[in-house]
Each structure stands twice: as C-alpha cells, then as structure tokens.
C-alpha cells in the first residue's frame, strides 16, 4: 500500500524533539518500562478501554496514528487482525521497527546530569511478541494521510491532537477513513502550545468571539457532524525525565462512533 511522504516543512519547529535519542529513550522507557508510582501503562490501558466500547464488534483492521514507538500498536494487534501504524517522527518509527523485527531493543536512561543506565524494551516481556507481526509501520503526516488508509474499525490518536498543525482539518479527514459504526479513540491531557499549532487553529484553551472554550467542545464541534460522542474518562499516566523528576500527567479519553 503506498504512503504519503511527511509534509515536514508543515510542521512547526516543535515537532524535532522527537528525533532525538533521548525522546526515543524517554518514549521506550515509557511505552515499555515498570509502572510508576502505582499508575498503570499509558498504552495499555487506553487499548483495553477502546476495547471496552467495542460495542460487540469485530475489528479487522486498526489504525494508530501517532503511534510514538509503538506499544498502542502492538495492544491493539491483540484486538485486531491488522494494525497500521505511523509517526511523523523518523526516529520513532525505526525504533517500532527495530522491536518488530529483534523482538528487543537496548537504550540508555537518564539517571543525572550527563549518567545514564541501560534498560532493554521486550516485546515477549509484555506478550507481544505473537502479535507483532499484525503491525505495519511507517512515517505519515497525521494531516497528510494517504488516500488508501481508510475501511478502519477503529482508530486511535494518542496525546496527539494538540501536536498538529491543523487538527480541525485532521478530526475532518480521519472519521472519513472509519467504516460506518467504526470507533475512533483520542486521548489528550490538551497542553496546547504555539510551536505544535498556532493559536488560531487550537480547538480548545483559548476564547472563541469572548467565551471560554475547551477542547471537548472545539471537537464536538467538528466530530459531531458525522459521529456520537459514546464515552469519555480520564487516564493518567507518568513519563520519566531522570531518576527524581517525572511527569504525571492525566489525558482525557474520548471515544466516537462513527454514524
């Protein structure tokens, strides 16, 4: 199936932190690592909730977008027959791909200051080892997708709506690529800042001709049209920066159904 070439003069600047070794790092460690502080995995838990409104449907096939290095992916195989995958980042993608194709793959943890401690992410560690086959991943632009990735089940866009340079116009295209009763997942905890998406093009967090709207409402305002709002909850999840500093963030989850 043929991909469309990310559009990376669309992006903001922002977007280039995810090349780095040390997001690749961060990422492995959070997609992959121990629970943190009693909080469960982020990927985990949002691919079983999808799974939870699957409202008695057999998924075929599955699209994550946004898949960072891959562990949304991998769960949804365990749902799904095939899974298609992308990242806008390079980085992220061979990282998804390296996994696939070892089954493990080593990186290296900030501790403090300039010292690190290797770590390994394992797919069999986790039982996914059987699955990884499902996956196909690849570089996208999330606003750029290809024609030919649509007929989907379901879909899930991780922590990834206010990290696009047009999210509007991304809600509008991807319900298109749902078959008809299809679930699209979203999660963000909508940190909105002006170098992923310029101010006027945020869907929440800002006021709109003098009043206060959030980003719920922004997309209901889009998604409404041709879908149902069928769920939401709140996940939270904790990201490592060195061994005494993390983030503890909480997403809200919201689930559509496509009418």
Known sequence: ??????????????????????????????????????????????????????????????????????????????????????????????????????????????????????????????????????????????????PALTGYDVVFAGNLIDRLYQPAAFLEGIVGRLVPGGLLMITSPYTWLEEYTPRDRWLGGREVEGTPQSTLTGMQQVLGKTCDLVGRRDIPFVIRETARKHQHTVAEASFWRRR
């Not at 121990?34 to 985990?44: E, R, S, T």
């Open 1 to 146: 199936m043929p991909t469309a070439e990310p559009n990376r003069e669309s992006h903001t600047p922002g977007a280039l932190i995810y090349e780095t070794d040390a997001s690749v790092a961060q990422y492995l460690e959070f997609h992959y690592g121990p629970p943190l502080f009693g909080v469960a995995n982020f990927p985990k838990a949002c691919i079983s909730e999808a799974a939870e409104h699957a409202d008695g449907r057999t998924w075929q096939r599955a699209l994550d977008v946004g898949c960072a290095v891959g562990r949304s992916s991998f769960e949804l195989a365990r749902f799904a027959a095939t899974v298609d995958a992308c990242d806008f980042s390079a980085a992220f993608v061979k990282a998804c791909q390296g996994l696939q194709e070892a089954g493990a793959v080593g990186y290296a943890i900030t501790t403090e200051g300039m010292l690190t401690e290797p770590r390994t992410a394992s797919l069999a560690e986790h039982g996914l080892a059987e699955v990884a086959g499902r996956v196909r991943f690849f570089e996208a632009d999330a606003c750029r997708l290809d």
